[in-house]
């Protein structure tokens, strides 16, 4: 049996030059050349079912642009941002981190849902004065973390505005 003729054909990115060594007919194997300019030799049946229709930088491009949510985990000052805004769930959320966990999500203190999405949190800290040499503060440190009770201090400032009372920290927020 004689494979189908696909050069000159176009399968996605990919336009089939000629034919390449195979052991089989039913195999055939087809050296293409893709939209990138990369040439890979791929089997005809797996192009002909739609399976294959780039080199693989389709793939790549596909999942880069799925991954990508705010480009802001890179380096500098974006990725510092990004900490904050994790380290400020974490310390919300995260039962593993005991003594942190203690002193925020057991005595009730919760990240506001709209900052669930990093790109609010993102632009409501450009709007409201974020630098790079500053740290977030709640105002009410009994507070949580949400837009009216937060504000950019230089860090120098954090220990102004603490629990005055170590028993607080433990003490769910709705108790006092």
């Known amino acids: 049996m004689l494979a189908h003729n696909l050069r000159d054909r176009v399968f ?8 390449a060594p195979s052991m089989s007919p039913k195999n055939a194997m087809w050296r293409c050349r893709c939209e990138c300019g ?6 005809g049946l797996r192009m ?4 294959t229709r780039s080199c693989g930088c389709l793939e790549r491009e596909v999942r880069d ?6 480009g ?5 000052d974006k990725a510092r941002l990004h900490n904050i805004w994790n380290q400020m769930r974490q310390r919300c959320r995260d039962t593993t981190g005991k003594k942190r966990y203690q002193a925020y999500g057991v005595s ?3 990240v506001c849902a709209e900052w669930d999405d990093y790109t609010v949190f993102r632009d409501w800290a450009v709007a409201n004065g974020y630098r790079e040499n500053l740290t977030i503060e709640r105002k009410d440190p009994f507070g949580n973390y949400e837009p009216g ?11 102004l505005n603490t629990r005055k ?5 433990t003490q769910p927020i709705d108790a006092r």
């Open 149 to 159: 009770n937060c504000a950019w201090i230089p860090m120098v400032e954090q220990p």
């Open 38 to 43: 990369n040439e890979v030799v791929v089997r």
């Open 72 to 76: 802001d985990c890179k380096r500098g």
């Open 65 to 70: 642009k799925r991954n990508f949510r705010h």
């Open 48 to 51: 002909l079912a739609g399976k």
């Open 12 to 19: 996605g990115r990919l336009t089939v030059l000629d034919r």
């Open 108 to 110: 009730g203190v919760k």
């Open 165 to 169: 009372h170590p028993r607080d920290w």
